[in-house]
């Protein structure tokens, strides 16, 4: 059991006989006083398939499982799945593309620093280092304009992730992203 304050993107918790993989957490601060904060948790089903929302109070016990996280790689594409294969033992995990879509947007064969989740045999899911470098495809020339305030312009990367970066950021830079907020923080 799990206090529900403490979940984390990419728990896994038990609902009426299943398990499902917490997607997205969003807290919501009460406005009157003495109000429980609350906190709704959306989750889908080990494997793909279902969906649900729930909400919880910060003090809630919500029954979790037990991950397993091992170091992997991006290896190759196979159809409709991405295999990433364990730095330790080399085994091989094949993910489903929709199951992995919001992972996707940072990962490229150089990314370092993945971890993919198991319960038990099967593998449901990656957990992204806090922050990882990637390179800049597409953005607008650098303007040579005297400005009082920091401006921000779109940049492509080169795994179709679209974020704003600082004006002076050139096409072909290394950046580092912050995956849990797509948002640029410095050159890499």
């Given at each position: 059991m799990t206090r529900a304050s403490?979940?984390?993107?990419?728990?896994v918790i038990e609902h009426n006989g299943g398990l499902y993989v917490i997607r997205q957490i969003e807290v919501q601060s009460p406005s009157a006083r003495g109000?429980?904060?609350?906190?709704?948790?959306?989750?889908?089903?080990?494997?793909?398939?279902?969906?649900?929302?729930?909400?919880?109070?910060?003090?809630?016990?919500?029954?979790?499982?037990?991950?397993q996280r091992r170091?992997?790689?991006?290896?190759?594409?196979?159809?409709?799945?991405?295999?990433?294969m364990d730095e330790e033992d080399f085994a091989q995990y094949p993910l489903r593309?929709?199951?992995?879509?919001d992972e996707?947007?940072?990962v490229t064969e150089e990314t370092g620093g993945l971890l993919a989740l198991r319960v038990g045999d099967s593998v449901i899911g990656l957990e992204l280092p806090q922050?990882?470098?990637?390179t800049i495809e597409e953005t607008a020339p650098a303007m040579?304009?005297?400005?009082?305030?920091?401006?921000?312009?779109?940049?492509?990367?080169?795994t179709g992730l679209v974020i704003q970066v600082p004006e002076y950021i050139q096409e072909g830079e290394r950046v580092k992203v912050n995956t849990l907020e797509r948002k640029f923080m410095s050159r890499a």
């Open positions: 403490d979940l984390k993107k990419s728990d109000a429980a904060t609350l906190y709704r948790v959306r989750a889908t089903a080990v494997g793909g398939g279902s969906k649900f929302e729930e909400r919880f109070k910060g003090d809630d016990d919500v029954p979790t499982v037990d991950l170091p992997v790689r991006f290896s190759y594409v196979d159809g409709a799945e991405h295999v990433f593309s929709e199951d992995i879509e996707l947007a940072f922050a990882v470098e990637l040579k304009a005297a400005s009082a305030s920091a401006r921000t312009k779109p940049a492509t990367l080169e």
